[in-house]
């Protein structure tokens, strides 16, 4: 099933209509749909299934809204986590801590410190000083630490430039020509249990090559580290797989990705992981939002200004990034228009001469493919608000995060005394 469809000319996501959610929650709120994404996680796991048991990790970052997290881990994923904060939300969401693993660049020490303490199931060192840190606590408080080091294979997966991860230019991972070096010196260290190797090269890839690269060098490498002598038993090879943004755009499947990874992989003998974010989440999603109203503009198509806005979607601003906007009640009418929101920075535009439906004030729309970083990019930019959050299950639906309105972000801030 479409988890977003037009009946009798009204969008619905799953069998609930939008001007519904709109008229209860409010607007701008973004929506989710439970079947797509359970639909997606499966397809994912399906295209894995030439894999023996292979580890998902959903990249929480994408998305990790509680019940989110929920639904996926009741379908047996674990979760990839980059912070402190998301490690409490994947624990709260009941993802068990050794279907857990902890990436990134600058896990601080009090991270650290909480990852050893909830026991999640890997580490993935991206420097050889964060691995002497972790070695250091591991042995003070007592834990063996499961590790891979993440290694940076200086591959351009040819994604946009901010979220290309796995150049030699890129901050992510070690060189993998020194990774053999820091592997043995990691692995001589009591408190740390090196056990595999990591791999992930960025995001919203639109071809297999780059990624089919990256994996033929870390297999390379994990037969150099077994000759030397260590057992590399695990493998991570990361998130990255792309979604079409645009109606008419084709992308590797998973199941292409998965004949892809188990072709590399064969006679790897090691336990595979997977951490996609964008691939399960982002389809699942739609940013809905209401028309506040059009603005002619002095010699082009005019301005639709919606109540949607860069701090609640951030990804056009930032990347330049194409979402489909569809009105949620289409009268037929066509028009080119340059849809913005309201925050005082021409940044705050979503998309220039779009051909799309046309809206008057009030009308209701939605930007899609909006389920992956969207609502985990958010600020109050604007001392707006941060934006509400909708599932829907079939014909129910539920706020699963509140709209937390302006008035209580402001509510956390105090005048000092000597201001008074
Ligand atoms: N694993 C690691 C270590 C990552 O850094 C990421 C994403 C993932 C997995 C998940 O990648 P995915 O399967 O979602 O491609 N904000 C950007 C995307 C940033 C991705 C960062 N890392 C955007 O809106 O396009």
């Not at 295209?47 to 959903?58: R, T």
């Not at 509680?66 to 009941?94: H, T, W, Y």
């Not at 949607?308 to 037929?332: K, Q, S």
Request: net charge negative.
């Amino acid at each position: 099933m479409a988890a977003f469809e037009f009946r009798n000319g009204v969008l619905h996501a799953e069998n609930v209509p939008l001007p519904l959610i709109a008229e209860e929650v409010g607007t701008p709120v973004y929506v989710y749909s439970l079947a797509a994404l359970l639909d997606n996680a499966r397809a994912f796991r399906d295209g894995l299934s030439e894999l023996d048991n292979p580890h998902i990790a959903f990249a929480v970052k994408a998305n990790p809204n509680l019940s989110v997290l929920r639904a996926l881990g009741r379908e047996g994923f674990g979760a990839d986590v980059v912070s402190g904060g998301e490690l409490a939300r994947a624990i709260a969401a009941g993802i068990a801590p050794e279907d857990v693993v902890f990436s990134g660049v600058g896990k601080t020490h009090a991270e650290l410190l909480q990852a050893l303490e909830t026991g999640i199931g890997q580490f993935n060192l991206e420097s050889e000083e964060e691995g002497y840190e972790l070695a250091l606590l591991a042995r003070r408080h007592g834990f063996i630490a499961n590790c891979a080091l993440r290694v940076n294979p200086d591959v351009d997966a040819r994604t946009h430039a901010k979220i290309s991860t796995g150049k030699s230019e890129n901050k992510f991972g070690v060189p993998i020509d020194r990774a053999g070096a820091l592997y043995s010196a990691l692995a001589a260290e009591d408190g740390l249990n090196m056990r595999g190797v990591a791999v992930h090269i960025g995001s919203q890839l639109s071809e297999l090559e780059p990624l089919e690269t990256a994996f033929g060098k870390v297999g390379k490498l994990i037969g150099e580290l077994r000759e030397a002598g260590y057992a590399v038993t695990h493998a991570d090879l990361g998130g990255g797989l792309g979604v079409p943004y645009r109606e008419g755009e084709t992308f590797p499947t998973a199941a292409e990705y998965g004949a892809m990874v188990a072709r590399v992989t064969k006679g790897w003998d090691a336990q595979l992981m997977f951490e996609p974010g964008r691939f399960i989440a982002a389809d699942a999603g739609v940013l809905l939002t209401r028309t506040i109203r059009t603005k002619r503009s002095s010699n082009g198509p005019p301005f639709v200004v919606v109540d949607a806005a860069m701090n609640d979607l951030a990804r056009p601003a930032m990347y330049g990034a194409w979402h489909d906007f569809d009105a949620v009640e289409p009268t037929g009418e066509r028009c080119t228009a340059h849809i913005v929101g309201p925050i005082c920075e021409t940044g705050d535009t979503f998309a220039m001469d779009r051909e799309c439906d046309a809206l008057q004030a009030g009308d209701l729309a939605v930007f899609r493919t909006a389920g992956a970083y969207g609502a985990t990019m958010a600020s109050s930019y604007n001392s707006r608000g941060f934006v509400a959050e909708v599932l829907v299950n079939d014909d129910k639906f539920a706020i699963v995060a509140e709209r937390i309105e302006a008035s209580a972000i402001m509510d956390a801030e105090q005048v000092p005394d000597w201001l008074a």
